[in-house]
């Protein structure tokens, strides 16, 4: 069960052995991945090459999965395809550390995960929505108006507004 709990970890310690210019192809196929701490991810595909360099090794990564998030008006939920691509180099010794810091661990593996949810989560879209004509929830009743008509009267103000208006006569 190693591998599902630390999916992304790669044994590359032969690939250090190996001469400058050698590459490998890891695949990557789940059905569904977490992220520590925070990220689910169905349907996660891709693959990561690490190419031997003078440097240490570099890790170009081509990753994609199903992000399970919301709409930002009515709340329904919905899958949005994350993929990213990225190049990072873990360096074999100090002196060819690059801004990343990244070094190559003792033991030969390096675990991706961090890295890889690091540039997974800049391609979640901040105000995701169903589509663009959706309604939302009514103010006053909760409804989602896209399936009701509940009859409340549509104020036209902007949502932030509502959430003032309801904070000023809390107080
Ligand atoms: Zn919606
Ligand atoms: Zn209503």
């Known amino acids: 069960m190693d591998h599902l709990r630390t999916p992304l970890r790669l044994n590359v310690g032969f690939i250090i052995k190996e001469s400058i210019g050698y590459s490998r ?4 196929d789940y059905n569904h991945i977490h992220f520590e701490p925070d990220l689910d991810l169905v349907k996660f595909k891709g ?6 360099t003078p440097q240490g090794l570099l890790v170009q990564a081509d990753l994609a999965g199903l992000y399970a998030g919301e709409c930002g008006r009515c709340l ?4 949005t395809r994350l993929n990213t691509k990225f190049a990072e180099l873990y360096a074999s010794s100090q002196r060819h550390v690059t801004e990343s810091g990244l070094i190559l661990p003792e033991d030969g593996h390096i675990d991706l995960e961090p890295l890889a949810r690091e540039y997974l989560i800049l391609e979640i879209p901040l105000n995701q929505i ?22 409340h ?19």
């Open 76 to 79: 329904k939920p919905l899958r």
């Open 130 to 151: 169903c589509k663009p004509e959706c309604k939302g929830l009514c103010p006053v009743c909760g409804e989602n108006r896209n399936d009701v008509d509940c009859g």
């Open 47 to 52: 693959h990561v090459e690490i190419t031997r």
């Open 25 to 28: 192809v890891f695949p990557f």
């Open 153 to 171: 009267q549509q104020e036209d103000i902007d949502p932030r507004f509502s959430v003032l208006k309801n904070l000023l006569s809390d107080s």
